[in-house]
């Protein structure tokens, strides 16, 4: 199976609406329905399930039951972290190690068609696979965040977005590992296999400028454009 995680169990506060942005309603549909149409309409997608806070499950459950998304299947609590939502994932999917699964951001609901069909074929030879966008600015490295200590090539650096997607076994073996070091401190899922299985080479899927987060209150207006549109 291609199963799509939709990760939503986020604090979302820097929109400044009053509850987490991806269940802040935008033309009549919550911000994380957005994403779950895109993975609802394309025909590799067998299951979609989403990952919330405690304070959502009976919301989405809600949205489940109404059968509104025919392959929204499963609703399951995250946590704090965003690796935990991952570990959550993980845990309801062990059982189908070689699926393939697809970790995306809520707040990202402009992923086309095009992009999930480009993860999905990269998939077919790759045991993971990052959505990431060439870098078009200079990046300053800094140790203290006061001084600049390096500036890599741009021609190297890319932004991730998501998805970001796994074989099942390939990413729940990494959390193993990764689980058992003090210092575990992961930013995102790539990161993980990329330290603690760097045997799985990443491959990387070119993203899309409207496959944006949408963080601010700039961006909720910038969404209502692009939607017009």
């Known amino acids: ?71 929204l299947k499963v609703v399951l609590q995250g946590g704090e972290e965003r690796y935990q939502s991952s570990l959550a994932a993980l845990k309801h999917y062990e059982n189908h190690p070689n699926d393939v699964i697809l970790l995306h951001d809520a707040a990202r609901p402009l992923i086309s068609q095009q992009l999930i069909t480009e993860v999905l074929n990269t998939m077919k030879n790759h045991a993971a696979a990052a959505v990431a966008m060439p870098a078009t600015d200079t990046i300053f490295y800094s140790i203290d965040n006061e001084m600049v200590n390096s500036i890599p090539d741009r021609k190297k650096v890319y932004y991730a977005q998501t998805p970001q997607a796994f074989r099942i076994k390939t990413l729940k073996d990494a959390f193993a590992l990764g689980l058992q070091d003090p210092q575990f401190a992961p930013t995102d899922d790539c990161s993980v296999v990329f330290k603690y299985l760097p045997e799985h080479k990443i491959a990387i899927v070119k993203g899309e400028n409207l496959n944006r987060k949408i963080t601010y209150q700039d961006d909720l207006q910038w969404l209502k454009v692009q939607l017009q549109k």
């Open 1 to 71: 199976m291609n199963i799509a995680i939709i990760l939503a169990a986020g604090s979302g506060s820097r929109v400044g609406m009053g509850l987490p942005k991806q269940f802040v309603s935008i033309n009549g549909k919550m911000l994380l329905e957005y994403s779950i149409e895109q993975f609802q309409l394309h025909p590799q997608i067998d299951e979609v399930a989403v990952v919330v806070s405690s304070a959502f499950m009976k919301h989405i459950n809600t949205l489940k039951d109404s059968g509104l998304y025919s392959k």
